[in-house]
T-cell receptor, first 116, second 118 residues
Framework: GAVVSQHPSWVICKSGTSVKIECRSL??????MFWYRQFPKQSLMLMATSNEGSKATYEQGVEKDKFLINHASLTLSTLTVTSAHPEDSSFYIC????????????FGPGTRLLVL | AQKVTQAQTEISVVEKEDVTLDCVYE???????LFWYKQPPSGELVFLIRRNSFDEQNEISGRYSWNFQKSTSSFNFTITASQVVDSAVYFC???????????????FGKGTLLTVNP
């Protein structure tokens, strides 16, 4: 299957700092990338959908000024958590697909964020 | 609104037992896709299968099999002769066009934690 990478895999930061997470599709051009958040023992919650070269579409309740998404190329999307607080500590997962209904989303390995 | 229900929160079996993970979905669309993903303790989601709403054929892949029944809106997953390495959280997911018609997304069930004991 297609390969998606995420960097970093672990982040520990102080409250108030910003954290950038990168998501790359390694062996295909991803028309669409998705960002999810997962709290311990819970399911994945979609945060936003991003298409290359256009603004991200955020899910209801997700602050777009806090979670900045940039999809600059067909192989790279970034999520920046601005002014992180302890409640932002979570497992952030990205996925990518070829675009279109029903396309299989391939997931990155995830980034664990701990805000102290 | 789309919804995916995985009623089994946790299942524990002994190695070599067969186990079935249930998935029931709700959608108003006639065209949709269903998925199963495996999330081992490492956290990375592994794609297992995709099925579109027009294909009700059951599928078998090694020890894995899937039973899709539109009449009951179910897409169940069976592992035959389970192994310790099968221990993971398994998610069922539904893909359909969003309400605005301009995008689509996956809706995940809450997941079933499967523990296979030696």
């Amino acid at each position: 299957g297609a390969v998606v990478s995420q960097h970093p895999s672990w982040v520990i930061c102080k409250s108030g700092t910003s954290v950038k997470i990168e998501c790359r599709s390694l062996d295909f051009q991803a028309t669409t990338m998705f960002w999810y958040r997962q709290f311990p023992k819970q399911s994945l919650m979609l945060m936003a959908t991003s298409n290359e070269g256009s603004k991200a579409t955020y899910e209801q309740g997700v602050e777009k000024d806090k979670f900045l998404i940039n999809h600059a190329s067909l192989t790279l999307s970034t999520l920046t958590v601005t002014s992180a607080h302890p409640e932002d500590s979570s497992f952030y997962i990205c996925s990518a697909d070829f675009g279109g209904l029903g396309e299989t989303q391939y997931f990155g390995p995830g980034t664990r964020l701990l805000v102290l | 609104a789309q919804k995916v229900t995985q009623a089994q929160t946790e299942i524990s079996v002994v190695e070599k037992e067969d186990v079935t993970l249930d998935c029931v979905y709700e959608t108003r669309d006639t065209t949709y896709y269903l998925f199963w993903y495996k999330q081992p303790p490492s956290g990375e989601l592994v794609f297992l299968i995709r099925r579109n709403s027009f294909d009700e054929q059951n599928e078998i892949s090694g020890r894995y099999s899937w039973n899709f029944q539109k009449s009951t809106s179910s897409f169940n997953f069976t592992i035959t002769a389970s192994q310790v390495v099968d221990s993971a959280v398994y998610f069922c997911a539904l893909s359909e066009v969003n309400s605005g018609g301009s995008n689509y997304k996956l809706t995940f069930g809450k997941g079933t934690l499967l523990t296979v004991n030696p």
